[in-house]
């Protein structure tokens, strides 16, 4: 697998039982790559271990006074250069590759897996959890993945080292090859407890971030109000805080550095000590004993990957467990899909838990109480619950949709709930969703009233064209109202056969509002629509109005009829309770609101 | 290996213009020689203890060198023990004190990262207020989360390793200079091809980084929304787009990852062909003079070995300058918010009364294109003022100029006879607050998310101004009562709970004057109908502009406002307003029957 061929086409089935497996399994899907890091390593590494040797002769040659055998010497160092050189950079090219094919994978498998969930996937593990998946876990995991060749290589070079020091100068060769375990596994008791302490101070640097982006997410409030100085107090302790865990980490570092130092410095001089001991007695000549310090030198470089290999095992094994987490996570369904999907639903839809039915192509309005009560029975309507409460199915046209294949059931009824989420990217890609393709973009636009957001979406872009305005995560860049009228275009332009709103319009003002449900009943005339509302405007435009009180249809009608007849009607459109009901009609008979008067002689009337 | 052009698509590149300022390279290079001043007695200590662990290397291949000189010389007695000792000596202290440039390279970067990021806190807090809700705080949230983040690793290890990394070659080429002069210019021969080979790499390396980083951080915003949009991506059957997407967001990442490795390919072999031409000539020039007799073998010893110590600080210097380019991004980014003039306002001008009024008004956010026209309006003291009128009217800009947040383009609003706009806004909101739909519950203690309006309350003053909204039930069953820590991450509030606190934060700062923007309008009927309760008991006697997405706001508020295309089209009570049959009252009969 090459980095120009990503993404994957298919990215595989993953083995999910356990962090460790999915390493396992993530290492066995590029094995072609990892050979190729490995051969490019042993080259690298071997190269760079033929340098003392070089050096060692032409110190000898000098000492021979051999202009010739410097030459040579010469020669060896520039082809040892060479080879260094050749293994270095395909040994990184190989290894990267492998990181970012892992890493790629990872990011693949996570979308595909999201995509599967829906809105099932927050329910079962936190967002920030799958979210701490794709950005931090996979760096790791790849890392390990991509590391796991390179230390193999740097282990076996060490190996092909010492049997080499041992065959060419077998006194000192033996001292090396007795000091390089010691010196590889030197540093690994320490490990545990600076990678400990380094997770202590990233999850308090995480905690000052938090505080931080917090402050900023409410600095409106802060600057509108006051409190600037206690929440800077707070960050700056914080702040201080990460200081700390960071110096304290970097003490067990640098004790690690100072280690690194002595244990190779140590057997440096026993390697000199016990050498010069050997020119002295003429067993081996200065060169050889230049070759074999230089040789200790150089060792540290391979010597580095175990520390290295350790660090990276502790690190992604935690990621990697999560990772299998959440990809091991599966759709259960809760009945048995027995229909086949094949035929169109259509018709009247009814609900059998509440009795609530909506006559095919009309527009029907329920009117709920309870707004949670409110939600879950639009979430029903639409068949396949995320969290079934054991009630019967909805009905389209008679046929249960929960038995229905799930895509068969959401392209038949779209559910718009409360909060719907405007994805990022242009409002062109906003509206590009699924949809019947009779509902062009700017007819559902204008049904739900978004001129003045295209004008203020073209002031942001870069060439006045409101559909190639960026708009940003979850709409943040627009008002609570706009968002709610981009949503409510985008599900219209779906044109689905029955469309369910929930509250569709609770934060548009008043007179938009009435237009918009002009809008909305012009534009899904002769096809079923629900909305879930309490505003007198849109109940007042719908053909049906159906009152659902205590989980059960309580009234139908028409709202001006209902509002005269039913008083528990009444209660929940206009707001009132009994008490203020008898409070408030003594009064006038006005609806409860912002303004409570005490006294209406108060009243001063300015103009 | 063939050429490479970096890829078509860059995700760094700005889609939309940044709502606040990037500092300038003048304010970046004020901005960090002022932090170097501020940090010098680090700098020179970290510089000292490095110089001390340089030298204490360099013993080792000094001492060998002596010795291979008397063995090469054939001299019997090499003074073993005290080589040994020496050597044992230097290493000690080599081990102590790299361990202590560790040390203080560490604290001296967390010292400067801390300051970094304070500083930047400190200057995003004093924001003037017309700044922030015309810039939002996606802009900031961005700075303060990525960019500190890019620039934690640049201090807390690129300075200070950058620092040692310079000082440590120098050191070298001055011990190779002081043990064997003549062989100091072999080092020399391999200059060129470092310099062409970093000249090439570092043009193309920082910007490229860039866009691979935000590539990288495209693919997972794509999962990170995917995840938080669920119930809409399943919905809207959105999935398969999803995937689409992601797939194409990791072509473009990867893209950049070819080409920066490509980079990599070019830098690689020139850093490693550097070191091997060093130490080769090193020894070839070397070897030659010893043949001449010109130096003796001991010093082409030291010089190889030193030579070949020269690997680590030229490694360390190129790694860590890529990542200080990076950084200098955001650095800009960072700084660019301290070029932002606080409005310091003139501290002589204090209100003389209540009375808000506007008198003529013209405002516009851009050059040329006004939102209000001709705007005059008297609100005197305790009145309640509804805004109504279609989206986009500028219902929201009018609250806001009444609120002093932002200053008329012609005409004034005023306070008491005081310019809002002249006043600073600690002094304004010691009179007017603005209410909006954002009820920020801050992470932290119910305490502190109260403290905020008034820091000076006792305990007391705390649960009464929660009696106040009716919060106190729900807050006294707290398990923690007023130390329950809130805010994401801590106990979840319900919007209405939120909205509460909001309120209970207005009873504590006690201000005359309140603009309701939309305030209860994401909230369910239900919980509406609560809140509007606690709002009129914390209304109560004060001047009350509402900008009502409601009509029943407007219904019982004294003066009812029409905006209408910047205008006010229609002014007066309910009544009279319905009996003139305009705009106002052709809504009224279609909301009320």
Known sequence: MQIRDLPYVDPGLPDVRSGPRFLLWLGRRQRGGQLRALSWGLLHFVSVMVLPYGVGRAVQAVVDRSGSSLALAGAMLAVAAVCIALGDTMLHRTAVTNWITAAARVQQLLIRKTSELGSLLTRRVAAGEVVAVSTGDVEKIGWFVEAVSRFLAAALTLVVVCVGLVIYQPALGVVVAVGVPLLALGVLPLLPRATELADVQREKAGRATELASDTVAGLRVLRGIGGEELFLKRYRRASQEVRTAAVRSARMWSAITAVQVLLPGLLLISVVWYGLGLVADGRIAVGELVTVYSAVMVLSYPLRHFEEIAMAYSFSRPSARRAARVLSLERIAATKTTGAGDGTLTGDLYDPATGLLAPAGALTAVVCGDPDAAGRLAERLGGHPAEPEGLPSALLGGVALDEQPLEAARTAVLVQDKDPVLLSGTLAELLDVPASGSVAADRALAAAESGDVLDALAQASLDNDPMAAPITERGRSLSGGQRQRLALARSLVTDPEVLVLDEPTSAVDSHTEARIADGLRNLRSGRTTVVFTSSPLLLDRAEQVVLVHEGKVAAVGVHRQLLSSEPRYRAVVTRETDAEQQLVGAQRGAPEAVFTKADTDDIEETA | ?593
Not at chain 2, 178 to 198: E, I, N, R, Y
Not at chain 2, 285 to 292: A, E, N
Not at chain 2, 382 to 399: D, H, I, Q
Request: net charge neutral; hydrophobic share 50%.
């Open chain 2, 1 to 593: 290996m063939i050429g490479l052009a970096p890829p078509d698509y860059d995700p760094a590149a700005l889609r939309t213009a940044t709502t606040l300022p990037v500092g300038t390279p003048a304010t970046v290079r004020a901005y960090v020689g002022e932090l170097l001043r501020r940090h010098r007695r680090a700098f020179v200590i970290l510089i000292a203890v490095n110089t001390v662990a340089v030298v204490a290397s360099m013993a080792g291949p000094w001492l060998l060198g002596s010795l291979v000189e008397k063995a090469a010389d054939g001299a019997r007695d090499l003074h073993l023990e005290r080589t040994a000792a020496l050597f044992a000596g230097a290493l000690v202290v080599q081990a102590f004190f790299v361990r202590l440039v560790r040390l203080r390279g560490a604290m001296l970067g967390e010292r400067m990262l801390a300051d970094l990021r304070e500083d930047f806190l400190v200057r995003s807090v004093g924001l003037p207020p017309g700044v922030l809700e015309r810039a939002g705080t996606g802009d900031l949230l961005s700075r303060i989360t990525t960019d500190v983040d890019r620039l934690a690793n640049a201090m807390r290890e690129a300075v200070p390793q950058l620092t040692i990394g310079v000082f440590w070659i120098v050191l070298l080429l001055g011990g190779l200079t002081v043990s064997a002069p003549q062989l100091a210019p072999a080092v020399l021969v391999a200059v060129p091809l470092l310099v062409a080979g970093c000249r090439w790499y570092f043009k193309r390396a920082p910007s490229a980084y860039r866009s691979e980083a935000a590539g990288y951080a495209a693919v997972a915003a794509v999962l990170a929304e995917s995840v938080d949009a669920g119930r809409t991506v399943e919905s809207h059957r959105l999935g398969g787009r999803r995937v689409a997407l992601s797939d194409r967001r990791i072509k473009e990442w990867t893209a950049w990852e070819r080409y920066t490795l490509y980079l990599r390919s070019v830098l690689f072999p020139v850093i490693n062909l550097t070191h091997a031409t060093v130490l080769t000539s090193v020894l070839m020039i070397g070897g030659v003079f010893v043949l001449q007799g010109w130096i003796g073998i001991g010093q082409l010893t030291t010089g190889a070995l030193i030579a070949q110590m020269m690997v680590d600080p030229v490694n360390l210097i190129l790694r860590w300058y890529d990542e200080l380019q990076v950084a200098q991004v955001s650095l800009a980014r960072l700084v660019g918010v301290r070029e932002i003039e606080p409005e310091a306002g003139d501290d002589r001008v204090r209100p003389d009364g209540r009375d808000v009024r506007a008198d003529e008004v013209h405002f516009g956010y851009r050059e040329g294109v006004d939102v209000l026209h001709r705007v005059t309006m008297d609100v005197p003291p305790g009145t309640r003022l509804a805004l109504v009128g279609p989206s986009g009217a500028g219902k929201s800009t009018l609250g806001r100029l009444l609120a002093g947040i932002y200053a008329p383009r012609t005409g004034h609003v005023t306070l008491g006879a005081a310019e809002l706009s002249r006043m600073p806004a600690e002094r304004v909101r010691e009179h007017v607050a603005l209410v909006n739909q954002e009820h920020h519950v801050f992470v932290g203690s119910l305490r502190d998310n109260l403290l905020l309006a008034r820091s000076s309350a006792k305990d007391a003053e705390l649960w009464a101004a929660l009696g106040a909204v009716d919060a106190d039930g729900w807050a006294r069953a707290l398990e923690d009562g007023l130390d329950a820590e809130v805010g994401s991450g801590g106990l979840a509030l319900s919007p209405a709970q939120a909205q509460q606190i909001a309120l209970a934060r207005l009873v504590l700062a006690d201000p005359h004057t309140l603009v309701l923007d939309e305030a209860t309008s994401l909230l369910d009927p239900r919980a509406a109908r609560h809140l509007e309760r606690s709002l009129s008991r914390v209304l109560d006697g004060r001047t009350v502009v509402a900008i009502a997405h409601r009509l029943h706001t407007a219904h019982d508020a004294d003066v009812i406002a029409v905006v209408e295309n910047g205008r006010i089209s229609e002014l007066g009570s309910h009544d009279e307003l319905v009996a003139a049959a305009g705009a106002y009252a052709a809504l009224w009969r279609s909301w009320h029957g």
